[in-house]
């Protein structure tokens, strides 16, 4: 491989980046449904055509804007089947949970899950999100619960994706982002005893 390659390979994959940052961007703003790859293109100043090279449709986009994500919770699934089950459990499954959705782009893609679900209820990518989301809200309910202990499991994610975006994007809550997050662990917690 010649430098003019690695450049040239470089180029596409800060392209790819910038395509993939730039989507969801306008995804977590306006929507999936509103958001065109016309518009990617031209927010990035490229064609369209420069953004079919990389990716020939929104749904490969989104999901690809998934796949650390997707990964992370795997991992954190498969630790936590691993684990005696309990209150210490549930509390630290929750913190690792909230390192997933902290740093990067993690808060604008886990707004756009909070925010997009009847957009994503058709997608791929929503599925695997559903998927994933009930497999932590099983591990942190106790086998024996409630109606109401099982509705505060899930709750319990909702406080972390809240606590990962609120206050940010034109959202009232004055807070800095370590103040989001620590408040959301600390409601989360309560809500998964």
């Given amino acids: 491989m ?3 390659d690695v450049r040239t390979d470089e180029r596409r994959t800060d392209t790819r980046g ?3 940052q730039v989507a969801l961007e306008l995804f977590a703003e306006q929507g999936y ?3 065109s790859l016309r518009e990617i293109a031209e927010r990035l100043g490229i064609t369209k055509a420069a953004v079919y090279y990389h990716f020939k449709t929104k749904e490969e986009i989104l999901a690809t804007l998934f796949d650390e994500l997707v990964a992370g919770l795997d991992e954190l699934i498969e630790w936590a089947g ?3 089950p309990g209150p210490d459990l549930r509390a630290r499954i929750l913190g690792r949970y909230q390192e ?5 782009s993690a ?3 886990i707004r756009f899950v909070q925010e997009g679900q009847a957009s994503l209820k058709d997608l791929a990518a929503g599925a695997q999100m559903r998927e994933r989301f009930g497999a932590l809200s099983r591990l942190l309910t106790p086998p024996d619960a409630t109606v109401a202990e099982q509705l505060r499991s899930r709750l319990a994610l909702v406080a972390l994706h809240m606590g990962a975006f609120a206050g940010s994007h034109g959202d009232p809550l ?3 982002p370590e103040e989001r997050r620590t408040a959301a662990l ?8």
């Fill in 2 to 4: 010649t430098a003019g």
């Fill in 18 to 20: 910038q395509i993939r």
């Fill in 33 to 35: 449904d509103k958001t």
């Fill in 82 to 84: 691993t684990q005696d």
């Fill in 100 to 104: 997933l959705l902290t740093g990067g």
């Fill in 107 to 109: 808060d604008n893609l």
């Fill in 174 to 176: 004055v807070a800095t």
């Fill in 186 to 193: 600390e409601v989360a917690r309560d809500l998964a005893r």
